[in-house]
Each structure stands twice: as structure tokens, then as C-alpha cells.
């Protein structure tokens, strides 16, 4: 069975510092990885994804993640806050897969990210 | 359309009353989710549809939740005798058919329903 657990419920940084953001998960297969972004009212959005290959991704406004197997963490990174920022984050793995298709994900319960001025 | 789109956006029902919920994926994408997100939470697999067949219904929490993609694109989420702990955002998300993991999955914005 495959498991997230997101490490801190709420972060705050200031305006230019590193923003990291903690993921370790559990899986008994080869995971496919996932974090999301999630504004306030908004459906979630796609940073990046792990699927096979390098293990360092890049994703979207900056953000980038690191894969460790011998640590089972996907921990997002970013060098310098901005106000933008300041949303939900989701780490995911990939769940059941259903016969080659895309398949269900499974979430972290979250972690909201606050950026001060 | 453009993206996922699912209505409506706010759902209030009385305790007891039935509820559906509209989802409209991407035109032509085959696999399609459903996930409920309560307050605090990360989203949990409620359903999944692969054209009109519903392949995975494991994590519906009762038989008071039903779903249904009759043609393989619009999907609707049914809630019968809905009760509070059904109050979350019900979000619906939709992919391309692809042999590996490579798609992604695009999400609607949700549609946040409170059971008073």
C-alpha cells in the first residue's frame, strides 16, 4: 500500500528565503510522485512530477524536487520566496494503476505555506 | 472547454436531501476521478472511470454515494440522504489515455458542499 506523509502543516518564510517543504512516502512498488499547488478556492494545479529518469525535477515558477529512494523523500524546494506563493501544497504518489492508464493518486493531508513581507 | 469544469461551484443541502454533482473533463479525455477533500485534508480517491466503464469504485464511503459517466465524457456524483460528515469539496479530475504514468491529471475547481 502506498502512503504520504507531509511534515508540518503550516510553514512560514520570509519574502526571498528558501522555501522547503517536507514529503516522505511509503510504497511497495516503484513510485511515480507527485506535488500540487492548491489557491485558495481553486482546483489543484501540477508543480512537477517523478515519474523515472533524473532524479532532481524541475517543475513550474521555480519550484524544483529531489527524489531519494534511500530516504523515501520528495522534499520541494524553492531558492527564494515570493508573495505568489503563498498556497496549499500536496504531495501525491500514485496509487492503483489501472492496467497502463493514468492511476489514482494519493495525497498528503497538505501543507500551507505562508510568505511574509 | 478549456479545462475541467465542475458546478456547481456551492452546494448547501438539508440533511436528508439528495445531492448531484456535474463534472465536465477535457474533451476527449478517456480517464476521469472523483475525490473528496474535507476541511484540512488532502484529497481521498473517491472513484474512477475509464471511458463510460467505472473500473474503481473503492473508495466511495457508502452506498448513499453513486456515479455515473453514461457516455464516457460528462460524470455525475450522487450523494442520496446526504449527512454532515458529507460536507468537503468534491473535486473531479481528468486525464489522457497514455500506456505508462506520464499523463497528468487536470483537476476542477471543485464544488465545496456544506450539509446543514
Known amino acids: 500500500a502506498q502512503s504520504v506523509t507531509q511534515l508540518g502543516s503550516h510553514v512560514s518564510v520570509s519574502e526571498g528565503a528558501l522555501v522547503l517543504l517536507r514529503c516522505n512516502y511509503s510504497?511497495?512498488?516503484?513510485?511515480?510522485l507527485f506535488w500540487y499547488v492548491q489557491y485558495p478556492n481553486q482546483g489543484l494545479q501540477l508543480l512537477l512530477k517523478y515519474t523515472t529518469g533524473a532524479t532532481l525535477v524541475k517543475g513550474i515558477n521555480g519550484f524544483e524536487a529531489e527524489f531519494k529512494k534511500s530516504e523515501t523523500s520528495f522534499h520541494l524546494t524553492k531558492p527564494s520566496a515570493h508573495m505568489s506563493d503563498a498556497a496549499e501544497y500536496f504531495c501525491?504518489?500514485?496509487?492503483?494503476?489501472?492496467?497502463?492508464?493514468?492511476?489514482?493518486?494519493?495525497f498528503g493531508k497538505g501543507t500551507k505555506l505562508s510568505v511574509k513581507p | 472547454g478549456a479545462g475541467v469544469s465542475q458546478s456547481p461551484r456551492y452546494k448547501v443541502a438539508k440533511r436528508g436531501q439528495d445531492v448531484a454533482l456535474r463534472c465536465d473533463p477535457i474533451?476527449?479525455?478517456?480517464?476521469l476521478f472523483w475525490y473528496q477533500q474535507a476541511l484540512g485534508q488532502g484529497p481521498e480517491f473517491l472513484t474512477y472511470?475509464?471511458?463510460?466503464?467505472?473500473?474503481?469504485k473503492s473508495g466511495l464511503p457508502s452506498d448513499r454515494f453513486f456515479a455515473e459517466r453514461p457516455e464516457g465524457s460528462v460524470s455525475t456524483l450522487k450523494i442520496q440522504r446526504t449527512q454532515q460528515e458529507d460536507s468537503a469539496v468534491y473535486l473531479c479530475a481528468s486525464s489522457a489515455r497514455d500506456r505508462g504514468m506520464n499523463t497528468e491529471a487536470f483537476f476542477g475547481q471543485g464544488t465545496r458542499l456544506t450539509v446543514v
Open positions: 510504497s511497495s512498488v516503484p513510485p511515480y
Open positions: 474533451s476527449g479525455h478517456v480517464s
Open positions: 472511470f475509464q471511458n463510460e466503464a467505472q473500473l474503481d
Open positions: 501525491a504518489v500514485s496509487g492503483r494503476n489501472y492496467g497502463g492508464s493514468q492511476g489514482n493518486l494519493i
